[in-house]
C-alpha cells in the first residue's frame, strides 16, 4: 500500500506487478537507485559529526573471501578490536562477486579481497602483494626443484578450488599452458572450497597444489623446506586490497582497518603504498 501510493504521489509507475516475481520497472530502477543515494548520504552526516569529534565508531561490515579469511584474520583482528573498542566488526566469509554485489546494495561496508576488479563505482586500496607457493610432498617429481617455474608445473596431479573462487582462476592463469584443458583425475572427482583440504590431500601424497604465500606463514621452516618450492622470478603474486563503494561511508574505521591490516604483516609481505583505484565500467555480474 505504500509502494502503491509513492507510484501515485510520483506519477509512474514502480513495478511491473504483471511479472511473477514482481520486478522494478526502468524509471523504478532509477528511483531506486538514486533512494540508495539519498540514504548513503543522510548516513554521511553522522559519519562527518564523528569524524569532526575524533570517534571511530559503530558497526562496521565487512567482507573477506575465504582463501584470505583463515590467514589474515589472526593477524590484524585482536589488536584491531582492542584499538577501537566502541567499533563493532561484523566479518563474514564471502566469495569475490558475493563482496562486490552486498557493496553495491550497501549490505556490507567494505570486502578484503584479490584486485583490480571490473566493478564500477568500487574504490580498491591495495595493501599488500601476496606471492604464490607450491606445496608438495616429498614423494612428488617437483620436490627435487629448490625452484619452480609455470613450465615445470603438470596437470594431471594439480588440486584447484571449485569454481566460484577467484583464487583456482589466478592458479590457473599460473600454468598458461593448463588453460581449457580437462582438470579432472579418471576415477577420483573432487571440489573443495578450503586451501586448507588440498594441503592435507597432498600430504598424503595426492599431488600437489598452489598456495599463497600466507598459508604456510605459521609452518616452521624446516616443513616449508620438506614441503614447499618457491618460484623463481618473476614470481606470480596477487594482490590484495580493501575495497568500499565510491560513497566512502565510514571513512575513518576504513582507515583504521587499514592501517592494522599492513601494520600487521610480516615485512617481507610490505609493499610500497599503492595508489587507490577507481573503477568506471560497468559492474561485471
Keep these: 500500500m505504500q509502494i502503491q ?20 520497472t526502468l524509471i523504478g530502477q532509477k ?44 593477524l590484524f583482528l585482536e589488536k584491531f578490536t582492542k584499538s577501537y573498542p566502541k567499533v563493532n566488526l561484523i566479518v563474514e566469509e564471502l566469495q569475490t562477486q558475493q563482496i562486490i554485489r552486498m557493496l553495491w546494495r550497501d549490505k556490507i561496508d567494505a570486502g578484503i579481497l584479490v584486485t583490480p576488479l571490473n566493478s564500477k563505482g568500487i574504490i580498491e586500496q591495495p ?14 617429481p617437483l620436490y627435487k626443484f629448490k625452484e619452480v617455474s609455470d613450465k615445470d608445473l603438470t596437470l594431471e596431479d594439480l588440486w584447484l578450488l571449485n569454481e566460484g573462487h577467484c583464487f583456482r582462476e589466478q592458479a590457473i592463469s599460473i600454468c598458461k599452458k593448463l588453460i581449457g584443458k580437462n582438470l579432472k583425475r579418471p576415477n577420483l572427482e573432487f571440489e573443495s572450497g578450503n586451501l586448507e583440504t588440498l594441503k592435507r ?22 616443513e616449508i623446506k620438506k614441503k614447499v618450492r618457491f618460484f623463481k622470478p618473476p614470481v606470480p603474486t596477487r594482490e590484495v586490497s580493501i575495497v568500499y563503494s565510491r560513497s566512502y561511508l565510514k571513512k575513518s574505521i576504513i582507515e583504521a582497518l ?18 587507490v583505484r577507481v573503477i568506471d565500467i560497468m559492474p561485471n555480474f
Design 5 to 24: 501510493k509513492l507510484e501515485e504521489e510520483l506519477g509512474v509507475i514502480l513495478f511491473d506487478r504483471s511479472k511473477k516475481p514482481v520486478e522494478l
Design 31 to 74: 528511483v531506486v537507485e538514486q533512494s540508495q543515494k539519498v540514504l548513503q548520504e543522510a548516513c554521511r552526516i553522522e559519519e562527518l559529526i564523528k569524524e569532526e569529534m575524533g570517534e571511530i565508531s559503530g558497526d562496521f561490515k565487512l567482507g573477506i573471501i575465504p582463501t584470505l579469511a583463515p590467514y589474515l584474520l589472526p
Design 127 to 140: 595493501l599488500f602483494n601476496d606471492p604464490f607457493v607450491v606445496y608438495l610432498n616429498k614423494n612428488h
Design 201 to 222: 590431500l597432498v600430504d598424503k601424497n595426492f599431488g600437489y597444489t598452489m598456495v599463497p604465500s600466507l598459508a604456510i606463514m605459521e609452518m616452521a621452516q624446516t
Design 258 to 275: 587499514q592501517q592494522s591490516i599492513v601494520a600487521s604483516l610480516p615485512n617481507e609481505l610490505k609493499s610500497k603504498k599503492n595508489k
